[in-house]
Nanobody, 114 residues
Framework: VQLQASGGGLVRPGGSLRLSCVVS????????VGWFRQAPGKEREFVAT???????DTADSMKGRFTISRDGSKNTVYLQMSDLKPDDTAVYYC?????????WGMGTLVTVSS
């Protein structure tokens, strides 16, 4: 299973970005597909997931600003991020999970700075 994350870049505070995660297999084969992030010097943290039934779960600190969605026809999961803050600077990783197994992509860097 391969996951390719893209869409990161440099954005000013208050700006928006949309990340994409293309999965090499049918995303409905997985229990969840979602996003995590790791800021410099910090541990990786949960951002958002979407399950096979379409239920989404988003970290409390990101609710209202981050929205996860998917396009099954493209085996792609998106993360729409708005009102970005410097604290959102991190490498964002895509993960596909089925039972006890997790598959990770390489990550895409998001830098929020003026």
């Amino acid at each position: 299973v391969q996951l390719q994350a893209s869409g990161g870049g440099l954005v000013r505070p208050g700006g928006s970005l949309r990340l994409s995660c293309v999965v090499s297999e049918n995303i409905f084969n997985f229990n969840t597909v979602g996003w995590f992030r790791q800021a410099p010097g910090k541990e990786r943290e949960f951002v958002a997931t979407i399950n096979v039934g379409g239920r989404t779960d988003t970290a409390d600190s990101m609710k209202g600003r981050f929205t996860i969605s998917r396009d099954g026809s493209k085996n792609t999961v998106y993360l729409q991020m708005s009102d970005l803050k410097p604290d959102d600077t991190a490498v964002y990783y895509c993960r596909a999970q089925i039972l006890s197994r997790s598959y990770w992509g390489m990550g895409t860097l998001v830098t929020v700075s003026s």
